[in-house]
């Protein structure tokens, strides 16, 4: 059994219900929940557009990494995301979505394919990866930089807006989620 750090992000349309159907989809196809952050409001990251709301997401799952990247990438295609990141010149170009699901961590592994990073090459970089992943796992030590969420925060020159969003549904649905599967 690995533990599997999530990043989820939506800023299409009903952006709750994306995020709240994709934890659903997460719990019964990926592996057990274990813990949802707070979710988290920001500004769209390197493009003008609305705002995001973000969450993380522990779980255990006895899935490789390649199939949770699958697996993934067909729940977000469930729920509507037709659009991936394009890359012009070397340069990521973003775009609006109905819902984004990144594969933070995967136990302590190192993985560099051509269609899988992880842990993800970004994640150091964005305050809404880190301060909702704080609140998951303060001093899980990343396997590259070899510094805990907290010391990656500290570093982090993203300076965006990102604070709680006022309406969080995550403690109630964790608790509905763990015990459907008892």
Same mark, same amino acid.
């Given at each position: 059994?690995?533990?599997?750090?999530?990043?989820?992000?939506?800023?299409?349309?009903?952006?709750?219900?994306?995020?709240?159907?994709?934890?659903?989809?997460?719990?019964?196809?990926?592996?057990?929940?274990?813990?949802? $952050? &707070?979710?988290?409001?920001?500004?769209?990251?390197?493009?003008?557009?609305?705002?995001?709301?973000?969450?993380?997401?522990?779980?255990?799952?006895?899935?490789?990494?390649?199939?949770?990247?699958?697996?993934?990438?067909?729940?977000? +295609? +469930?729920?509507?995301?037709?659009?991936?990141?394009?890359?012009?010149?070397?340069?990521?170009?973003?775009?609006?979505?109905?819902?984004?699901? &990144?594969? =933070?961590?995967?136990?302590?592994?190192?993985?560099? $394919?051509?269609?899988? @990073?992880?842990?993800?090459?970004?994640?150091?970089?964005?305050?809404?990866? =880190?301060?909702?992943? =704080?609140?998951?796992?303060?001093?899980?030590?990343?396997?590259?930089?070899?510094?805990?969420?907290?010391?990656? @925060?500290?570093?982090? +020159? &993203? &300076?965006?807006?990102?604070?709680?969003?006022?309406?969080?549904?995550?403690?109630?649905?964790?608790?509905?989620?763990?015990?459907?599967?008892?």
């Amino acid at each position: 059994m690995s533990i599997v750090y999530l990043s989820l992000g939506s800023n299409k349309e009903n952006r709750l219900n994306y995020l709240k159907f994709a934890i659903e989809h997460i719990n019964s196809e990926l592996g057990d929940i274990i813990a949802i $952050s &707070d979710i988290w409001e920001s500004e769209s990251w390197n493009y003008s557009d609305n705002d995001y709301l973000n969450l993380t997401i522990k779980l255990k799952s006895e899935l490789t990494p390649q199939e949770i990247l699958k697996k993934t990438q067909n729940i977000e +295609k +469930k729920l509507g995301r037709t659009n991936k990141t394009k890359f012009i010149n070397g340069k990521a170009k973003y775009s609006s979505r109905t819902i984004d699901i &990144d594969i =933070l961590f995967y136990d302590n592994e190192i993985i560099n $394919s051509k269609n899988l @990073i992880i842990p993800h090459p970004n994640l150091h970089l964005r305050m809404f990866v =880190l301060k909702p992943l =704080l609140q998951i796992t303060s001093e899980f030590v990343h396997p590259i930089f070899k510094k805990n969420i907290k010391q990656l @925060i500290k570093e982090c +020159k &993203d &300076d965006g807006k990102i604070e709680i969003f006022k309406e969080n549904f995550q403690k109630e649905l964790l608790f509905n989620l763990q015990n459907s599967k008892k």
